[in-house]
């Protein structure tokens, strides 16, 4: 079978838009310099020429991609010069995802990812040999293909499948959470930047220095910074509202009757991703600071066959919602119970985050000083670096007690409960029996201070998870009833005790 022809289309469209934003620039900068018929008569073609040569590149893409699925295997053939074979047993695949980008949509097609379930590691290049992706077909043949390749129930002609019950859905008000994140302060530095340099295009770079300048004397230099961070932290919330609406709206989570998890979110790109639930290992409870202080969290799975590149969403099952949503979606798809009382790592844990908080404070302060000696700051400049220099040490002392209070761990039931971090506050809860290993750490200062960091490897989500400042016998017996037989060989035993020949006592091997 070929991809949709329309493919075509949405490519001609894309380098379109594209072509066009960088023409935009390259028109003003030699018009500038000659003229505007001038610029447009070299750029207008060039843009022409650039979009039919992608139009024709995949065209010649499209007349040379074939699939087809057999009674055992999905196979795949594309390229003219260089050919790609490709072909997946039917019995391996475990994932079937679908999106749709704004063109697409217009189109009625979809992009189909086909996987085997192989994580791929972070930071890899190029795609997966276990993973086939058909871009586009249209959406009835994507959703045929996911319906056939995980022996779902198709959908109905009214767009509902048939056992499919929905353990969470989208909630408008979930929308106040999304500002509060340090994404709010980024996007707005983004879109300054952006300014700065669409206005450098045109010639106005000055633009904003002799604006800034006006309006500090009309209304004073404290009112100006107070507006302009105002306006800075405005403009921070617009975009994140707008990211988080486009990636999230429609969401719903679903729990199909074959034992898959679906997440279908989005607004203009729409995505579908499949989990299949046997090869579900646990569940992460994520709460930024931000999102902390207003009761809410977001959930993400433990899982094989995602990505565990910490920029890629796929992993997450629910977006920032209050603590109670959160908890009930890690109880329904994990079998977890969010909210327990972990064990309490040392005072040495906490003293070794103050000690940093202190350092950092120091080198702040001494930064400030030689600005405000050194350095020719004005007053005005020298009194706001202060105050946000004494601010910023006050946070850091704060942050370093609650990352403290944020460490705990414990055995709950089949799972593994792990918690750390302040700014990024995470639990994790893992299924014992997917650790497959355990890396002990102990660094010179963690030595002088009883301490150890202890972390449990999987081939699940990041592969990874630790607990770390744990007290460093305490954490060695609790590794080892975690997963009974695994620390063992490299632990030593005292030799029983001669009034009670039952007792052990575990040791580290030093």
């Given at each position: 079978?070929?991809?949709?022809?329309?493919?075509?289309?949405?490519?001609?469209?894309?380098?379109?838009?594209?072509?066009?934003?960088?023409?935009?620039?390259?028109?003003?900068?030699?018009?500038?310099?000659?003229?505007?018929?001038?610029?447009?008569?070299?750029?207008?073609?060039?843009?022409?020429?650039?979009?039919?040569?992608?139009?024709?590149?995949?065209?010649?893409?499209?007349?040379?991609?074939?699939?087809?699925?057999?009674?055992?295997?999905?196979?795949?053939?594309?390229?003219?010069?260089?050919?790609?074979?490709?072909?997946?047993?039917?019995?391996?695949?475990?994932?079937?995802?679908?999106?749709?980008?704004?063109?697409?949509?217009?189109?009625?097609?979809?992009?189909?990812?086909?996987?085997?379930?192989?994580?791929?590691?972070?930071?890899?290049?190029?795609?997966?040999?276990?993973?086939?992706?058909?871009?586009?077909?249209?959406?009835?043949?994507?959703?045929?293909?996911?319906?056939?390749?995980?022996?779902?129930?198709?959908?109905?002609?009214?767009?509902?499948?048939?056992?499919?019950?929905?353990?969470?859905?989208?909630?408008?008000?979930?929308?106040?959470?999304?500002?509060?994140?340090?994404?709010?302060?980024?996007?707005?530095?983004?879109?300054?930047?952006?300014?700065?340099?669409?206005?450098?295009?045109?010639?106005?770079?000055?633009?904003?220095?002799?604006?800034?300048?006006?309006?500090?004397?009309?209304?004073?230099?404290?009112?100006?910074?107070?507006?302009?961070?105002?306006?800075?932290?405005?403009?921070?919330?617009?975009?994140?509202?707008?990211?988080?609406?486009?990636?999230?709206?429609?969401?719903?989570?679903?729990?199909?009757?074959?034992?898959?998890?679906?997440?279908?979110?989005?607004?203009?790109?729409?995505?579908?991703?499949?989990?299949?639930?046997?090869?579900?290992?646990?569940?992460?409870?994520?709460?930024?600071?931000?999102?902390?202080?207003?009761?809410?969290?977001?959930?993400?799975?433990?899982?094989?066959?995602?990505?565990?590149?910490?920029?890629?969403?796929?992993?997450?099952?629910?977006?920032?919602?209050?603590?109670?949503?959160?908890?009930?979606?890690?109880?329904?798809?994990?079998?977890?119970?969010?909210?327990?009382?972990?064990?309490?790592?040392?005072?040495?844990?906490?003293?070794?985050?103050?000690?940093?908080?202190?350092?950092?404070?120091?080198?702040?302060?001494?930064?400030?000083?030689?600005?405000?000696?050194?350095?020719?700051?004005?007053?005005?400049?020298?009194?706001?670096?202060?105050?946000?220099?004494?601010?910023?040490?006050?946070?850091?002392?704060?942050?370093?007690?609650?990352?403290?209070?944020?460490?705990?761990?414990?055995?709950?039931?089949?799972?593994?409960?792990?918690?750390?971090?302040?700014?990024?506050?995470?639990?994790?809860?893992?299924?014992?029996?997917?650790?497959?290993?355990?890396?002990?750490?102990?660094?010179?200062?963690?030595?002088?201070?009883?301490?150890?960091?202890?972390?449990?490897?999987?081939?699940?989500?990041?592969?990874?998870?630790?607990?770390?400042?744990?007290?460093?016998?305490?954490v060695l017996e609790f590794g080892a009833d975690a997963v009974p037989g695994l620390l063992d060989p490299f632990l030593v035993r005292d030799p029983p005790i001669a009034d009670d020949p039952e007792e052990v006592v575990l040791h580290d091997g030093r």
């Amino acid at each position: 079978m070929a991809l949709h022809p329309d493919t075509v289309k949405v490519t001609a469209i894309w380098v379109f838009g594209i072509a066009l934003g960088g023409a935009i620039p390259t028109t003003v900068g030699i018009g500038s310099g000659t003229s505007y018929g001038v610029a447009l008569a070299w750029v207008v073609p060039a843009v022409l020429l650039v979009v039919l040569a992608a139009a024709i590149a995949d065209h010649v893409r499209w007349r040379h991609s074939r699939y087809r699925v057999t009674p055992t295997r999905m196979e795949q053939h594309k390229g003219m010069i260089f050919t790609t074979k490709r072909s997946l047993a039917r019995e391996r695949i475990r994932t079937v995802d679908l999106s749709a980008d704004p063109v697409q949509r217009l189109f009625g097609l979809v992009k189909v990812s086909i996987g085997t379930g192989e994580q791929v590691e972070a930071g890899g290049r190029g795609q997966s040999p276990q993973t086939m992706v058909l871009d586009p077909v249209s959406r009835d043949e994507g959703e045929r293909l996911r319906a056939l390749l995980l022996d779902r129930a198709p959908v109905g002609a009214d767009g509902a499948e048939p056992g499919v019950r929905v353990l969470a859905r989208w909630d408008p008000a979930w929308l106040r959470f999304a500002p509060l994140s340090f994404w709010t302060f980024a996007l707005a530095g983004i879109a300054v930047g952006g300014l700065f340099q669409v206005l450098n295009w045109f010639g106005r770079e000055s633009l904003p220095v002799d604006f800034t300048r006006d309006v500090v004397e009309r209304i004073g230099a404290t009112q100006t910074l107070v507006l302009f961070a105002l306006v800075f932290v405005l403009v921070g919330v617009v975009a994140t509202l707008a990211i988080t609406v486009e990636a999230w709206w429609a969401y719903r989570l679903e729990r199909e009757p074959g034992g898959t998890l679906r997440v279908r979110r989005g607004l203009l790109t729409t995505r579908s991703v499949s989990i299949e639930e046997q090869r579900v290992r646990g569940v992460e409870i994520v709460e930024p600071l931000g999102v902390r202080s207003a009761g809410a969290a977001r959930v993400d799975v433990v899982t094989t066959g995602l990505r565990a590149d910490p920029k890629s969403e796929a992993s997450t099952l629910l977006p920032a919602a209050p603590m109670t949503v959160a908890a009930s979606v890690a109880a329904a798809v994990a079998g977890v119970r969010p909210g327990g009382l972990l064990r309490r790592h040392p005072p040495a844990a906490r003293t070794r985050r103050l000690r940093w908080a202190i350092a950092a404070d120091v080198v702040l302060a001494a930064v400030v000083v030689w600005l405000a000696v050194a350095s020719p700051v004005r007053d005005f400049w020298a009194v706001v670096l202060t105050v946000l220099a004494a601010a910023g040490c006050v946070v850091l002392l704060m942050l370093a007690g609650d990352a403290y209070r944020s460490l705990g761990h414990d055995l709950d039931g089949e799972f593994l409960v792990a918690r750390k971090g302040s700014v990024r506050r995470a639990t994790v809860y893992l299924q014992r029996q997917g650790i497959i290993g355990w890396r002990v750490s102990q660094s010179v200062f963690q030595r002088r201070a009883g301490l150890l960091t202890l972390t449990a490897t999987t081939a699940a989500g990041a592969r990874s998870y630790s607990i770390i400042d744990a007290d460093e016998h305490e954490v060695l017996e609790f590794g080892a009833d975690a997963v009974p037989g695994l620390l063992d060989p490299f632990l030593v035993r005292d030799p029983p005790i001669a009034d009670d020949p039952e007792e052990v006592v575990l040791h580290d091997g030093r």
